[in-house]
């Protein structure tokens, strides 16, 4: 079948490619964005299943695009993971947007469930919502 597009946002390159890559491994397709305005751009064409954003990134932070992902018709259907080392996983602001928060510090194990889970729950038909 279609692999699940997952877009992975982090100005973090290094961080960014090496989830990226985890990812296609565990048989996804990934996109990389460097901030939240570019995550904005290539999901509104990329159309992901699945986005995993850091948190802490210049321009638009993770939590403010996601809040504009959310608001997009285009883009409202994205699962959205927080994927943060230094912000409280508890926040309420997180909880409102987010489908999933993870910290940086879990396993690999823990990021690929995750990213499994928001994806196999996301899996419906996207002629549906036309």
Known sequence: GVRPVVLIVDDSKDGAEAAALFLELAGFHTITAANGLEALIVAHYARPEVAVL??????????????????????????????????SLDDAALKEVFAETLSKSASADEFLAAVQQLAANNSHDATADL
């Open 54 to 87: 850091d948190m802490a990134m210049p321009v638009l932070n993770g939590l403010e695009a996601a809040r504009l992902l959310k608001a997009s018709p285009v883009t409202r259907n994205t699962r959205l993971m927080a994927y943060t080392a230094n912000w």
